[in-house]
Each structure stands twice: as C-alpha cells, then as structure tokens.
C-alpha cells in the first residue's frame, strides 16, 4: 500500500470512472508521470455512471467532433481487445416520416465525417434484429461499426488503471474524495483530502456526476446536469445461452420513441440473459443538482442510481411493445431496473480544457462512454501541446459567459436538452426556448414593435428580420423563393431575403450589439496584441485603424478571427458572439504567460453597435451626423476609425462592410444607442435583420466564420486570408505560417460552391441547412485531402442576389478549381455544384454593387 503522496505532477479527481482513467492512460502515453489518482468510491468507480452506464457506442450524429470522438474511442476500445463491434440499427417507423427524413439526414452526415453507416430496408433490419416487427419498420440507418464496450466499461477503466500504477508512473487511492482545492494567484496548487493534501501544478477534474462540486470549490460552474435516464430489464432471455458472449443481436436505436434497446447476451455473463430497453424522458425530465445525490452509505441502490416507477415509461414502453413485441411477452425485471443518473450540458456539448478561475486546473467532465478515450485524448494533447489535433471550441470550457454559469441558467437550459436527448430531431438552426432575454439591446423594444424574428447569440435576443418588413415581398417576390420544404424553411422568416436586396438598392441598418467586445490597456497593450495577431499592429501608422486579423496557434493554424481597434491609448477587440469568451481568456492567458504588462476589460455590456450600409448609407448618415464632411470619401478612409457626433451622442465609427455595401460600424455606449437609433430611423433608414449579415450576404461575399468555416486544422494560407507580406514582427506561430507560405500548394483550400440545380425527386425546390458531404460526382465518394481531412459544407445559405445556394468547404488542392463540377448530398439526394471561387473568392462586387457575372 503506497504511503500517501505529498507532491504529485497531476492529480486526476474521479481516476476511476473511465473518463479519469482514459485520461490516466493518455498522460502517461505522453510522457506524463508522477500522477496521482483519487476518487471518492472504489477504483474502478462503483457509484458513478460508469458503473451502470449501458456502455454502447454509435458514430452517428451531426457534429463532427462528436464523430471523430467515438471513433477514436471504438479503435481505443477494439485495440484494447474490450470491444464488440456488433453493428447497431436506428429505425424509423412506418408512418413515422419525420424520423426516416432524420436517419437519411444522419447516413448523409456520416457521409461527411467518415462513417460507414448505410439506409437499409426493413427485411435487411428483419434479419439482424428479428425481435422487430418488420412491418412497423419503413426503413433504418445500419451502422456497422456501432457496438458495446465489453464486458464492462468499469472493468475497461480497472485494467487502465492497473496498466498505469504497473508503469511507476501513476498512484491511486479509492474513497478519497476532494474536499477542496488549493488555489494560489489565480493557479491550482493542490488538492485537500480527508488523508492529507496533495500538492500539484495540475489537476484534472473527471468526476463526472460531481464535477459541479469540485468546479465549486474553484469559485466556478460547470454548465451541466445529471438527469434519470429509466433503464428497465426484462428476462429471462436465453437466445445466447451457452455462446459466452456479451451480447448477441446489434444495438437497436428507436429514437423516434426516444428509446433503445439491446440484448445482455448469454445468461452467465454479468448482466446476461436478459432484454435491457433503456428510454429518455420527453417531457418531465427529472433533474438533480449534483449536490442532491446521496452519499453511498445513504443511498438503496447506488449514489447515482435511484428508484425507477414503471409509470415514468410506461407510454413509451407501450409503444416499444409494438415494435418489439418480445418485451410484453418476457417478465419485467423490477429489482434490475432503475433511473440511472447521466450528465446533459447545457448546449449539448462537454466541458473540457482549462478552468477560467485557475491556471492548471483542468476540465473533463459532461462526457460519455462512447466518447470518453477520445476527449481523455484531447484534454491530454491539449495539457502537452497547448492545443489539439481537431477543433475543440464547441467543447472549450472557456466558451462560456458568466451568465451561462449561474443556475438561473443552468438548471432550465439542460432540462431542455434533456428534452432532445434523443428527440425529436434537433435543426441546425433550432433556437433554445428557455433562459431567453438574458441579454437585449438598447433598440429591442424598438425591434419588438417592428415584429422583430428573434433568435439568439451569445445572450443577446437577435432579429434575424422584422414583420414590418414583409411588404418588401411583393416588390421582390420573384426574387424571394417560397420554400416548400418544412425543414428548410424552419426558423428561417423569407422577409430575411427581401430585406438583404432592399438594403442594396437604398440603405439598411442592422443592430450588431451582440459583438464580444474587450478593452486591452497598460504600458505592453501594442506589444501583447502584436505577438497574438498575424497583421501588423505596431506602428504609429496603425492608430486610428480597425485591423481584420487572426490568431494562430503554434502549428501556424487559424484559432481566431477578430478586429482590433488601434486606439490613441488602448486596443479594442471587436470580436464575435459565440467566439468572444474564448478569445477573453486567451488574450489574458498569454498576456500572463508573457509577462506583459497589461489589462484586459470585458466592455462587451458597455457598447452597442449598429451597421449601416448600402449604396445610399454616406448620404443619409450626412443628414444626421454633426460635422457631415467627416464622411466624404476623401476625408475617411476604408478601415479607419473616427469620432463623430449623431443626435448629441459620442460615436465611433469605422468604414468597414461585411454585406458588400459601402457604409459605417457605429459604435456607441449603451445608453447612447437609442438616440442614435432614433435618429437613424428618423430619416427613413430600414432596420434590417441580422440574417442578412450573418448568413446570406455574408456567403456572398465569401467571408468566413471563425468555429464554422474557420477551424484550427487548416492553415491561413488555406483560408486565402493569410495578408500579401509576413510582417516582420514575431507573432504566435509565425515559423509554421511561413512553413506553409513556402509550400508551392496548400493540401486543401477553402472555396465557394454554387448549387447549379436544387430540384428533389419530388420536383421541389431544395434550400439547404446543416452540413452537407462533398462529392466525387463520378464516384460518388467524399473528397479527402491528402491530410486525410474529409471535405463537407461548413456554412450553407441561399443567396438572393447571386439566386443560387451558396456554401463554402473545404476542398483537396487536386478539386480547387474554378468551374470543376463536384455533388453535394442532402437528405440521401445528390444535387450538382460548381466551384464558383477557389479562397477567398466574393460572388458580389461591393464596388460595382451588382453580381459578378
């Protein structure tokens, strides 16, 4: 028995869960050693979820990370010799044509991201699940890689776990919980425990169901929640009798009935011979705070399994009788059955990377057995490289707000995501309805009487186009497609398209106050943003600019996409909504690891901003502005910043134009903006909805979103944003971006597609939303790169102007070229695109206002 450490380099809280000891096993591949593994149970874990997890694995979603996730995590498993790739179905019902739409949608994405998962009939279901009845089944997604982590996770996390201590290089110690962390200058240096304290320079939080607790003693949340999810037995079931195996027949998915099920193989294994027929709550989700989970000794069954009432499910379990009518024929298993506790987050995604509190501490927690070796891969290569081989923003701890970790919060947004665990299908544009109106501009009542379409970013209530507006309709009606197809036109208002082709003839106003805003200042503010940012900011020629730039990390890939205003005393970040938070942290991580000098101010509540743009913007802003001559093009420059006065208010403005539109960004204090607004309407100018400037003006003029089109496996050189001249300065990644400078090609470009044809099957017109694989036409096989990154659709959007679908992807060097013909697929359908522009390539002149031809 090893004496209880002092020191440690890395203490890993909940080492025995499989999260923790995948994490164990990817540090100490690394190179990682002297770690120290606590859990407040047994090792492997016999309270948390992964001992009752149902332990399957399938690769089918619609998120890319999520995918590459559970691969990486079937080839851990399978290496290891713990994994039965037994195939898995997802059925759709007959009738049921909402859910054979959304598992066509899924064989497409998988398509995209690597899957093999095929559309297959009923017979073909039939045969590998004959406890169907095949005349309920209209059709099925079959994944032939799907399967169950064997025998146990539990047991995978005890031989990890094993594997490590036999290397020296890893200490565990079982019913040693964390009673509080010791945090020095804003960094974690160690951990409190009942048998001592442990001092370390990291700590990684895996503790799954009670990593809100430990986050707490960090003075900090994690935005997720443990919710029951039934799982009930039925048996005896002796099909796999005497075969030894875990399981027999494939997975089977019934999502439509927002249930699962499968068979526990032959009746002398663990859990064997039996039905297990799991189901997710779809309308009282029932929640617990993790500090409501009864400690061991309290509890009748286990800390994180509580008592299951057939009534909970008995709809659905009716409904699931008629698809497999085996589960009203065998007994129910009432002393097996219970609510077994899982964590939903809060935007569907985990909490992984470094606390926002405290240097070195570390997040890894909101994950399940299908991806757990994979995110245990990323958190690891991130602690060692200080970033990871796939793009992690939708999972970076330091994405959130402080709003989103407050349980005003919390609490409502993970009951709704414990609402579409498993259905209905969630759309990619579909809005959360609860915790709304967090954040509203000084103008959203003024928006609310226009008929405001609100969605929302980052907090902040966003009018993606206004009722008012919807007489623009007539006058372009020919211009302005009526979508036919439901899911296409869901969450999108058409008024959206006639506002963009107004604003073009005349003069719009969009209210962009959901910018992320930050003040740099102090005596190394220049420096500081001079080594983060690939464009020139030094420099007194710089002053009185907005400068479009980039941060790279040190493989020379693209992790940011920003403007920074080069005031007289300070910089001001200008950045975007979902991207802000993250960026906030960085700038002050680096300024820190740096050493310099400087302060870091969130302003983002402070000021507001309103774009206006369109061929008639200079002289409809003369007619407010105090000192209207400012505004001639001889006196403001493209890209420059000015001071100028509208309705008595201080306003700052900067020639810029994401919209193909000559005008101006107007930013001014919150409790300016109204008065300005005011004014603006006054003479006439339209407000226009932000769908204009986010989606469909925005792919005409081929600009990028950074976590959209903008990832960090791609290079700037890739996204043809890289500027003309490598500017002499250092900067973060610089030695990698000239690397890829010198390349006589980059292995991939990012390009802009133009849909040539968008009629279905059924003769309707097709208008795209989501991600979308990108063809062979000849060979019907996804694009790879030679880096052996898939090409798919990364932003979609119909553009009025241009009348076409628009959608720019990524695409091997051998395919980037204008004019090739290549195929998209959407929905099971192949529709034909053409490569309209290789890089950065706009379909709309901004200077000519006309559609290039």
């Known amino acids: 028995m090893s004496s209880f450490p002092e020191h440690a380099n890395v203490v890993i809280v909940g080492v025995g869960g499989i999260v923790g000891a995948s994490v164990a096993h990817h540090l100490i591949e690394r190179g990682w050693d002297d770690i120290v593994g606590i859990d407040k149970s047994g090792i492997p874990t016999d309270i948390g979820s992964t001992s009752h997890a149902s332990d399957f694995v399938f690769m089918t979603s619609h998120d890319y990370l999520s995918v590459w ?4 995590s079937v080839d851990f498993y399978d290496r290891m010799g713990h994994y039965a790739r037994v195939g898995g179905l997802e059925v759709a019902r007959t009738g049921d044509d909402a859910w054979l739409a959304e598992i066509t949608r899924k064989v497409t994405s998988g398509k995209a991201f690597g899957t093999r998962a095929t559309l297959v009939d009923a017979a073909f279901a039939k045969e590998k699940f004959p406890l169907l009845e095949e005349d309920m089944v209209a059709a099925a997604l079959w994944d032939p890689d799907a399967g169950l982590v064997i025998p146990r996770s539990q047991t995978v996390a005890g031989k990890l776990v094993d594997q490590g201590e036999k290397t020296g290089k890893l200490r565990t110690f079982a019913n040693t919980p964390a009673t509080s962390l010791l945090i020095e200058g804003g960094r974690v240096k160690g951990v409190v425990t009942p048998r001592g304290t442990i001092l370390a320079d990291h700590v990684v939080v895996c503790a799954g169901l009670w990593g809100r607790l430990i986050a707490e003693m960090a003075g900090e949340d994690l935005p997720l ?4 999810h039934p799982l009930t037995f039925f048996g005896p079931f002796d099909e796999f009798a005497g075969t030894g195996k875990e399981i027999g027949y494939p997975l089977l998915r019934d999502q439509g009935n927002s249930a699962y099920m499968r068979d526990t193989g032959d009746p002398k294994t663990a859990e064997g011979g039996q039905i297990e027929w799991g189901y ?30 057939l009534e909970q499910v008995i709809g659905g379990l009716e409904k699931a009788i008629e698809l497999t009518p085996i589960l009203g024929e065998l007994g129910y298993n009432e002393s097996h059955s219970f609510n077994g506790l899982l964590q939903v987050h809060a935007d569907g995604n985990a909490s992984v990377g470094e606390s926002q509190k405290a240097r070195g501490l570390w997040y890894c927690v909101g994950i399940w057995v299908k991806d757990a070796p994979g995110y245990a891969k990323i958190v690891t290569d991130w602690m060692t490289d200080g970033r990871t081989g796939v793009d992690h923003s939708k999972i970076d701890f330091a994405r959130f707000y402080p709003y989103q970790m407050k349980r005003d919060y919390i609490d409502p947004r993970c009951t709704e995501a414990a609402l579409k665990i498993y259905f209905p299908a969630v759309h990619p544009r579909e809005p959360y309805s609860r915790a ?3 954040r509203r501009s000084p103008f959203y009542e003024r928006e609310k009487a226009l008929g405001g379409y609100f969605m929302e970013l980052g907090g902040w209530e966003r009018a993606h186009g206004y009722a008012a507006n919807e007489h623009l309709l007539e006058k ?45 200042t102090g005596p190394d503010h220049v420096a500081l943003l001079e080594w983060l940012a690939a464009a020139k900011i030094g420099g007194d020629g710089q002053v009185g600019r907005g400068i479009y730039t980039h941060f790279l ?11 920074i205003f080069r005031l007289a005393d300070r910089c001001r970040i200008i950045d975007g909504a979902d991207a802000g938070p993250r960026d906030f942290n960085y700038i002050k991580r680096m300024a820190a690891d740096k050493g310099y000098d400087v302060t870091v101010t969130d302003e983002t509540e402070a000021w507001v901003t309103l774009g206006v743009w369109g061929p008639n913007a200079r002289e409809n802003l003369k007619k407010v502005v105090e000192n209207p001559e400012v505004l001639d093009r001889e006196n403001f420059a493209f890209g420059t910043l000015k001071d100028i006065r509208i309705a008595g208010k201080d306003v700052l403005a900067f020639r810029i134009s994401y919209v193909g539109e000559q005008g101006w960004e107007l930013h001014m204090r919150y409790e300016d903006g109204l008065a300005v607004w005011d004014a603006l309407r006054e003479i006439g100018i339209m407000a226009v909805g932000v769908e204009t400037y986010a989606n469909s003006r925005r792919l005409e003029k081929s600009l990028r979103l950074q976590n959209a089109d903008l990832l960090t496996q791609y290079n700037l050189y890739e996204a043809d944003l890289a500027r003309p001249k490598v500017k002499e300065a250092d900067f973060r990644g610089k030695a990698k971006h000239l690397e890829y400078r010198a390349r006589e090609h980059q292995p991939a470009m990012l390009c802009t597609l133009v849909m040539t044809e968008n009629t279905d099957k059924t003769g309707v017109k097709r208008y795209p939303v989501g991600i979308m694989p990108v063809l062979d036409p000849e060979t019907g096989e996804t694009l790879v790169d030679e880096l052996g990154r898939r090409s798919y659709t990364t932003s979609v959007v119909y553009g009025p102007t241009i009348g076409a679908n628009i959608a720019l992807a990524w695409l091997p060097w051998a395919q980037a070229q204008k004019g090739r013909r290549l195929a998209v697929e959407y929905f099971g359908e192949t529709y034909p695109v053409e490569v309209a522009g290789v890089g950065y390539a706009p379909l709309y002149d901004p200077e000519n206002l006309k559609p290039k031809s």
């Open 280 to 309: 997710y709550e779809t309308e009282e989700p029932r929640m617990c705070h993790p500090s409501e989970i009864l400690e061991k000794e309290q509890s009748r069954l286990s800390p994180s399994q509580r008592d299951l009432d």
């Open 69 to 72: 996730t559970a691969q990486y």
């Open 436 to 438: 709304r109106n967090i």
């Open 476 to 520: 372009y009606a020919d211009r302005v497609p009526v979508r036919e197809n439901e899911w296409d036109n869901r969450h999108f208002w058409r008024v959206s398209n006639a506002e963009q082709l107004a604003m073009s003839d005349d003069v719009g106003m969009i209210n962009l106050s959901h910018f992320a805003i930050y003040d740099v």
């Open 553 to 563: 990390d040190d493989e020379g890939m693209v992790r940011s996409d920003l403007t």
């Open 225 to 228: 929640m443990p919710v029951d």
